[in-house]
């Protein structure tokens, strides 16, 4: 046997052996974090989608790289004594599926998450999006404005990102066959040994929660699935903002953006104070925290969410 027969057998075991981890550790995460929800096809998609309480309804739409536990977490349940809540898994995201191939933009997510608000039948919901679902909230609101009565973005992404946080650095894998391959085989181990690190700068100033792995679903977001999901996310994530950007004069539903001022993953300034004069009647509120304030600072989040929802309800007849 040559030495190069010998390399080769040796690579060829460590990535099995990789995969066969990333394979055994995504079951036991699952077994660890069920679906909550239960699931809605739509056009060869399955969508992962919680319904709880009774009422007007606020639609959930998570981050890069999360899923609904983000708001499950601390700020459904503040909510779904007044309102019919309705959070998503982003397709890709969490126990949401997407095809390896298929589109990753902004606008192809809102379209989908468009399809499931109609399939619910839910009327001009207030959609509620968290960092990148906030762009997503903002392309469903311009290409479906029948499927959303109002804005209520939590930190979001509303113009492209010329520099990805320290954190998600590593997502941003553009050929989609490299992709596949570190998803199976490094991004897996690596994650896990490095999650307690990467939650810190995520949630930075703030500090997770001790369950959030769990309770807050965070674990499944190591899965070789999910990281394909958020690195096709990452790549494609600019893609379609700045067409978008230069169509928020047209939204006239109303819309509020809520920021911690200590947020390390997005800007507050770029990302949300330059919004105030480019969406008419914006409510932009500052406040103490960082990133992850549905979870930090869901008081605070709740409270905003009803305001906005408020602001939909007296604007009902101009937008029904």
Same mark, same amino acid.
């Given at each position: 046997?040559?030495?190069?027969?010998?390399?080769?057998?040796?690579?060829?075991?460590?990535?099995?052996?990789?995969?066969?981890?990333?394979?055994?550790?995504?079951?036991?995460?699952?077994?660890?974090?069920?679906?909550?929800?239960?699931?809605?096809?739509?056009?060869?998609?399955?969508? !992962?989608?919680?319904?709880?309480?009774?009422?007007?309804?606020?639609?959930?739409?998570?981050?890069?790289?999360?899923?609904?536990?983000?708001?499950? !977490?601390?700020?459904?349940?503040?909510?779904?004594?007044?309102?019919?809540?309705?959070?998503?898994?982003?397709?890709?995201?969490?126990?949401?599926?997407?095809?390896?191939?298929?589109?990753?933009?902004?606008?192809?997510?809102?379209?989908?998450?468009?399809?499931?608000?109609?399939?619910?039948?839910?009327?001009?919901?207030?959609?509620?999006? !968290?960092?990148?679902?906030?762009?997503?909230?903002?392309?469903?609101?311009?290409?479906?404005?029948?499927?959303?009565?109002?804005?209520?973005?939590?930190?979001?992404?509303?113009?492209?990102?010329?520099?990805?946080?320290?954190?998600?650095?590593?997502?941003?894998?553009?050929?989609?066959?490299?992709?596949?391959?570190?998803?199976?085989?490094?991004?897996?181990?690596?994650?896990?040994?490095?999650?307690?690190?990467?939650?810190?700068?995520?949630?930075?100033?703030?500090?997770?929660?001790?369950?959030?792995?769990?309770?807050?679903?965070?674990?499944?977001?190591?899965?070789?699935?999910?990281?394909?999901?958020?690195?096709?996310?990452?790549?494609?994530?600019?893609?379609?903002?700045?067409?978008?950007?230069?169509?928020?004069?047209?939204?006239?539903?109303?819309?509020?953006?809520?920021?911690?001022?200590?947020?390390?993953?997005?800007?507050?300034?770029?990302?949300?104070?330059?919004?105030?004069?480019?969406?008419?009647?914006?409510?932009?509120?500052?406040?103490?925290?960082?990133?992850?304030?549905?979870?930090?600072?869901?008081?605070?989040?709740?409270?905003?969410?009803?305001?906005?929802?408020?602001?939909?309800?007296?604007?009902?007849?101009?937008?029904?």
């Amino acid at each position: 046997m040559t030495a190069l027969m010998v390399d080769l057998l040796a690579t060829l075991a460590v990535v099995g052996g990789l995969i066969t981890f990333s394979v055994l550790a995504a079951r036991r995460i699952e077994r660890a974090v069920p679906p909550q929800g239960c699931f809605l096809d739509l056009d060869g998609e399955r969508i !992962h989608v919680l319904d709880k309480g009774a009422g007007r309804a606020i639609v959930l739409i998570h981050g890069l790289s999360g899923q609904m536990g983000n708001f499950t !977490h601390s700020l459904v349940d503040r909510l779904a004594g007044d309102f019919r809540v309705v959070a998503f898994d982003r397709p890709g995201s969490g126990y949401s599926t997407r095809s390896p191939m298929g589109p990753a933009g902004v606008r192809a997510q809102a379209a989908t998450l468009a399809k499931a608000i109609r399939a619910m039948k839910l009327e001009r919901p207030v959609i509620v999006g !968290h960092s990148l679902g906030g762009a997503v909230a903002l392309a469903i609101a311009l290409d479906d404005p029948d499927c959303a009565g109002a804005l209520a973005l939590i930190a979001p992404v509303t113009r492209p990102v010329t520099s990805p946080p320290t954190v998600f650095r590593g997502l941003v894998i553009r050929s989609p066959l490299i992709r596949l391959l570190v998803a199976w085989t490094l991004a897996t181990p690596v994650s896990l040994i490095a999650r307690r690190v990467a939650l810190k700068l995520v949630f930075a100033p703030d500090t997770p929660p001790a369950d959030f792995a769990t309770a807050g679903g965070g674990l499944l977001g190591v899965r070789p699935t999910n990281v394909y999901a958020a690195s096709s996310d990452m790549v494609a994530a600019n893609d379609d903002l700045e067409a978008l950007t230069r169509r928020y004069a047209s939204i006239r539903v109303p819309v509020g953006i809520l920021y911690g001022r200590g947020d390390r993953i997005l800007d507050p300034g770029a990302q949300g104070q330059a919004m105030k004069g480019k969406i008419p009647g914006l409510d932009f509120e500052l406040v103490d925290g960082g990133h992850m304030l549905p979870v930090t600072a869901p008081d605070t989040v709740a409270m905003f969410i009803r305001r906005i929802a408020k602001a939909r309800a007296g604007t009902q007849s101009s937008f029904s």
